[in-house]
């Protein structure tokens, strides 16, 4: 609608207006102004298109009016319509802006063309200042823009070769503002010379194929700095089509260069960086479902050679069917949640292997909230998963080996609590069978490889309920044989011991025992070494059994074996006790029934006159339980010496003939006493039978003592004590009108002498004991047999000191028993004669001077009357002090000296007579002959200087031999 604002205060000539304008415009609004006051209030109001004005009012005039108007509104288009100016008035108001002039009357009718014209050209001027405004706006923004851009303008006349360059141009090749010379030539002397070439093909291509050109290239700025600039430009064409300007812009682009190359160099680094971490980078794009993931994923994951594009769909179907529930679930926490998305899965991959993949990344929402796409890195944790794994199975086996530890130290406490074998060995398997979880147990206790004579314990679990009263027993075959006798630990899966050579016949019980399940077994060791069984354990409830089994059951056995150990001593030591008490008893009456019968008789006879029958009696008496009591000292003597290790032998050439015929002659009474008869066989002698026949035959024949068979290396003195013990101990237990044989025959490189008896037997259960010490078949007070049950104890010591063996075998109780030892024999072709006589026993001591020394008188008195009867020319002494003078008066051959006597024993008497020269008695041959019998005695008299030591009471023959033995080398000095 058109608004105009009528000033006129005749209201003929407002109607008048107003009628000729709607004429022309129907659509019309007509603000009139009719005083001061109404047109100041329309003013204000404003809100009109065009004013129309009277020159004349009675409150103004119109040229005042009009910059009243004209004040307020500059652009709006004032036409002055009055009957009352002049020409004057139109040109000056024409002058000062007015938009037209009309004169009222018959000019009525222009008026509504006039305001029609009036308002065209206004709408001309506004439409004119508008785009004036908009093309100011627009270069002034070109211009911002081309300045906040750094960007520079160039135009280059082709035909005349003028360059015109902007300021920003100028600037950004680094020259002072209006510097650049306007040429072609001064453009290519700011190019780095390396890109001209290229800004000539690039400008050349553009010119031929009427492109754009666009180029990139280096400038040099005066201060030798390089930059990077891209230019961009136009080519125009004459009318002929030839091109005669370009017009174009350029800006500089070397941060993105440099942006770029830090671009290439943080890819090289990301690229390094996940080849590194083994990580592969991924986007999911939402909407489409693609998945694009880095380059290394063939490589670094093994997802194939197309997994660089793939689908979301794919992704979640490579998910292990496991863990696919928790990887949707991690998926849907970051779309719906802040947005962080993190997961650990499995994943497989084309080959069918599975990997753990740990999954890391952002989600990306739109400006709704909405999801678009999520970011992240893959890395592959295999390794890391293993190495859990592992370590959490081997927590766990510490942990069951711990616990395991604790049931083996409680178990071990109640295995020593008990003193029975039996019980130890249930406790072993059960315990065994706990520890260690598994189904079948058994422990088997084979003292010295018996295992007929073995205990053999099971445990059982519920599950094999149907063999829980299993008791067949193993007979130490096969595999078992390999545990015991190899002494190590076995360890197999089932296969692996249905496999094994030694299995299937591993003796009777094969097939019989409970179905297995894979194997351990373990040995039992005793403190010695020796092997006492082993323990085994089958099917274990959780799969096979393995090192920290093994190691544990080791450490059991090796308490089971010490509690067995330990219960066998208990039971020894009590043995051992009870052997004390019976042996300190049977000491006490062997001793005593001797010396009733010597005190008995000596009373008698020192009282008392008997017939000198009766006199013989009672000394032969005497002197048999003398010999007795003596024997039974030196065994006791002996015993110790061997329990202590001091026993010692004087070895030389010694034929058993001679040994075995004086060990006949000397128990050849108390055979006949009892009516037993001796029987001899000497094998191989080279007599014309082989046969039994009677002792005499053989007895002193030359040929007999000297054959060379029969040497064997020894102490002449210890093996007649062996040969003589047997047949004591033979004769001793055979009833009257019995038979004692008397074997010795050579068997390969050995010497071997039997005695067999008719006698009372051996059982069975003792046999294993005959040759222990302190053991006697019957100890009770009401035994038939007298003697402390020593001498088989000394026979064993004696023949195994000679490096032979000795053992014993008897069909049953008073079926006989046979005495079996050997020895190992010595390649001599000859023996002296002289040596011969000295093993027989025979001494000569005609021509030796023997001083005798001893304190006791009737022990000095026997002696010189047993040396003397041999030959030997004697002088007593009573004491050290009287010895000394004895030796610088006689100088005799041999010494032999009491080592206990008053003022200074015999010790001191040795040290001082070494003293002497040779020519005074220095090196005279000495033997102590003393009560003193230990083996330390012994040592601290040959120390002294004493060459041979007997113990008292001595045999007449053993110190007759003793001095013949010296007499060579006491002759030689």
């Not at 105009?4 to 102004?33: G, H, Q, V, Y």
């Not at 979640?316 to 779309?335: T, W």
């Not at 294993?768 to 078949?777: G, I, L, M």
């Not at 007070?781 to 195994?800: A, D, F």
């Amino acid at each position: 609608m058109l608004c105009i604002l009528l000033i006129d205060d005749n209201p003929n000539d407002r109607l008048t207006i107003d009628r000729e304008l709607r004429k022309s415009f129907p659509d019309l609004e007509i603000k009139s102004a009719i005083d001061a006051r109404t047109l100041e209030q329309i003013l204000a109001a404003g809100g009109f298109d065009l004013v129309i004005t009277e020159y004349q009012v009675r409150w103004s005039d119109g040229l005042t009016i009009f910059k009243q108007v004209q004040s307020r509104y500059p652009n709006c288009p004032v036409i002055m319509c009055t009957d009352s100016g002049s020409e004057q008035v139109a040109v000056e108001a024409m002058k000062a802006g007015l938009s037209d002039y009309v004169f009222k009357g018959w000019h009525f009718q222009r008026l509504a063309g006039t305001v029609a014209e009036t308002l065209e050209k206004q709408q001309l001027r506004d439409n004119g200042a508008k785009t004036s405004a908009q093309l100011a706006l627009s270069s002034e923004r070109l211009r911002l823009a081309i300045e906040s851009s750094k960007m520079g303008t160039w135009d280059w006349n082709i035909l005349t070769g003028e360059v015109v360059l902007s300021e920003g141009h100028e600037q950004l090749f680094g020259l002072e503002k209006g510097s650049f010379a306007g040429t072609y030539a001064a453009f290519s002397a700011c190019v780095h010379p390396d890109d001209l070439d290229s800004i000539s093909q690039a400008l050349a291509f553009a010119l031929e194929n009427k492109r754009e050109y666009q180029h990139e290239y280096r400038v040099i700025w005066p201060d030798g700095s390089w930059h990077w600039i891209a230019g961009r430009g136009k080519f125009f064409d004459d009318g002929s089509g030839k091109s005669v300007r370009s017009i174009g812009v350029v800006w500089d682009i070397t941060d993105r260069k440099l942006s770029s190359a830090r671009i290439h160099e943080s890819e090289e680094n990301l690229r390094f960086a996940l080849e590194a971490a083994n990580t592969v980078a991924f986007t999911w794009d939402i909407a489409s479902g693609e998945v694009r993931r880095s380059y290394n994923a063939e490589t670094h994951i093994g997802l194939g050679p197309d997994s660089a594009v793939g689908t979301f769909e794919q992704k979640k179907n490579a998910v292990h069917p496991d863990d696919c529930d928790s990887f949707l679930a991690d998926v849907e926490a970051a779309l719906s949640g802040p947005g962080v998305y993190e997961s650990e899965h499995r994943h497989v991959i084309p080959d069918g292997s599975v990997i753990w993949l740990h999954e890391k990344g952002r989600v990306v929402f739109d400006s709704s909230g909405k999801p678009v796409r999520l970011f992240g890195a893959a890395i592959d944790i295999t390794a890391r998963k293993q190495l859990e794994y592992e370590r959490l199975q081997a927590l766990g086996r510490q942990r069951s080996y711990v616990v395991r530890l604790q049931k083996l130290t409680s178990a071990s406490v109640a295995i020593n609590s008990t003193l029975s074998v039996e019980e130890i060995l249930q406790l072993a398997a059960d315990s065994a069978r706990s520890i260690l979880e598994a189904h079948q147990a058994a422990v088997n206790l084979t003292p010295a490889a018996n295992w007929d004579a073995g205990i053999n314990k099971f445990s059982l679990s519920e599950k094999y309920t149907q063999w829980q009263n299993y008791s067949q027993e193993p007979d130490g075959t096969g595999i078992y044989r390999e545990v015991c006798q190899q002494q190590r630990a076995m360890r197999m899966t089932q296969s692996e011991l249905e496999a094994h050579s030694a299995w299937r016949g591993f003796g009777k019980a094969a097939g019989k025992h409970p179905p297995m399940r894979g194997w351990l077994a373990v040995p039992l060791t005793a403190r010695d070494g020796k092997n006492l069984g082993l323990i085994q354990l089958s099917d274990k409830y959780d799969g096979e059994f393995g090192e920290d089994d093994e190691s544990i059951l080791m450490q059991w056995a090796q308490a089971v074996s010490a509690a067995i150990d330990n219960a066998r001593l208990y039971q020894e030591s009590q043995q051992a006790n009870r052997m004390k008490d019976e042996f300190l008893a049977t000491l006490s009456h062997e001793l005593r029934s001797p010396l009733n019968a010597i005190l008995g008789w000596a009373q008698l006879l020192r009282n008392r006159s008997f017939t000198p029958a009766v006199t013989e009696r009672a000394l032969s008496t005497i002197e048999r339980n003398a010999k007795l009591q003596t024997q039974l000292i030196e065994d006791l003597l002996d015993i110790s010496r061997i329990i202590r290790g001091k026993l010692t032998l004087n070895p030389c050439p010694v034929n058993l003939i001679s040994m075995v015929e004086g060990a006949v002659n000397t128990v050849g009474l108390a055979a006949d006493a009892k009516s037993i008869e001796l029987q001899l066989a000497i094998v191989d002698l080279g007599l014309d039978t082989a046969e039994f026949c009677d002792t005499r035959e053989v007895s002193g024949n030359l040929e007999s003592q000297l054959n060379p068979r029969f040497l064997v290396s020894g102490d002449p003195g210890r093996l007649q004590q062996v040969i003589w013990n047997l047949l004591a101990n033979a004769i001793k237990f055979t009833p009257r009108a019995g038979r004692v044989s008397i074997r010795l025959q050579r068997v390969d490189s050995e010497v071997e002498l039997t005695v067999t008896d008719t006698g009372i037997g051996i059982a069975a259960n003792f046999l294993p004991y005959v040759f222990e010490s302190f053991r006697q078949a019957d100890a009770t007070i009401t035994r038939n047999h007298s003697g402390l049950g020593l001498g088989l104890s000394i026979v064993r010591q004696l023949v195994e000191l000679h490096g032979g063996r000795v053992w014993a075998s008897s069909p049953g109780l008073d079926m006989g028993s046979t005495f079996t030892f050997r020895l190992p024999s010595i390649d001599v072709n000859s023996i002296a004669r002289q040596e011969a006589q000295l093993l027989a026993g025979g001494g000569n001591l005609r021509g030796v001077k023997v001083l005798l020394v001893d304190d006791e008188v009737d022990s000095r008195e026997f002696m010189m009357f047993l040396l003397a009867d041999a030959g030997a020319a004697v002088r007593a002494a009573s004491s050290a002090a009287e010895a000394l003078e004895a030796v610088s008066a006689l100088v005799p051959d041999v010494l032999v000296s009491d080592i206990g006597m008053p003022e200074e024993d015999g010790y001191s008497l040795m040290r001082k007579l070494r003293c002497l020269a040779a020519e005074s008695g220095g090196k005279l041959r000495a033997i102590a002959l003393t009560a003193y019998a230990r083996d330390e005695d012994r040592d601290r008299a040959l120390k002294a200087g004493f060459d041979r030591h007997l113990a008292k009471p001595v045999q007449p023959d053993v110190l007759v031999e003793a001095i013949v033995s010296l007499k060579p080398q006491a002759l030689t000095i």
